[in-house]
């Protein structure tokens, strides 16, 4: 999501229009879900992606629409028909689409993403608002933004006092969201004399922060595979030949320093995932005590059963719990018979997207 910010908010600086697509609805089996996003372009350039094949091209087509007609419009897609089955595609679901128009001269749209990025690149929870649907009289309106950000704190509003009041209260209600929700006008409160109304809530989602503590054989892949993700990492160790740049161009931060001296400083929240993955025993004793009691999204040591009963026994012996210890993936990783460096970074990967993702426990 901060990319396509990014992207956008330059293309506005450069005199660009964009229209944005957003998948809103999904049934039955799609390639992408609510909340994927892609930018077009009058020239056909594309940023982002809603799932590919013909069904984005279907999407596109319509999105350069929008940038003739300068007005925002829904769309849907049906993946069962033939054009789609043609291609191969056996996805079978219906897709739902609300594409909107940002002329580059927009500048109330341009103060409400600059607020909700601002807030995202603090790492907080804002919630962003889009009006996708509503009367014909109000259409002016149809694709007005507004954030909801912590401190009850605001960017922008909808366009009417009595939309902008339904959307706080519902932003109240929703707070904590993790995936975007569509918002309907419930009929008791149609007496507002609006028909219909049609809000989109999509909370700020962070990209993953891997901290890898290690930087052999298994960090190397690791982070490879991870930039291609789109995910942020840093690599620590103590030995300079292990922690540079050289080694890991793909990696944000390289860092060469003694681990517990990095790692008491160190300040984390639940968007970071942290990897243990150090050359020996005391060293992965060493890290996991000092992160063990940090907010994280995620906690990976890797070792042989033997070895991680012996540092649980250590670290219990100094007061951590059972409990605490619970919440470490060790040995770390999904179990798919990893033996090799690159299937075993493979392997943490997964766990940490399943993690990530709210999948299936393994």
Known sequence: MLELIDQLLFLKETGTDVA?????KTIGSTPRNPGAKMLVLKDGRVYGTIGGGSGEAAAKKEALRVLDTKTAKKYQLDLTNHAVAGEGMICGGEMEFFIDFLSCGDNDSRQVLLAYHASLERKETPL?????GIDDEKKQLLGRKMAF???????GDLGAAEITDIARITAGQLRGIKEPMLFTLPTEAKQSGLKKLELLFEPGTQ???ILILGGGHIALPLVKMASILGYHTTVVDDRPSFANT??????????????EDFLKELKTDRNTFIVIVTRGHKHDLDCLREVINKPAAYRGMIGSKKKI??????????????????EVHA??????????????????????VNVWRGGKSC
């Open 331 to 352: 040995p770390i990783g999904l179990n798919i018979g990893a033996e090799t460096p690159e299937e075993i970074a493979l392997s943490i990967l997964a766990e940490i």
């Open 149 to 155: 950000l912590p401190m009850n704190n605001e960017a």
């Open 20 to 24: 944005i697509v957003t998948v809103t």
């Open 309 to 326: 009963k012996a540092i649980y026994t250590q670290l219990e012996a100094e007061g951590i719990t059972a409990e605490q210890l619970k």
């Open 128 to 132: 962003l608002v889009t009006i996708t």
């Open 207 to 209: 990209t993953p922060q």
């Open 246 to 259: 050289t080694r890991f161009p793909e990696a944000e931060r390289v860092i060469c320093v003694v681990f």
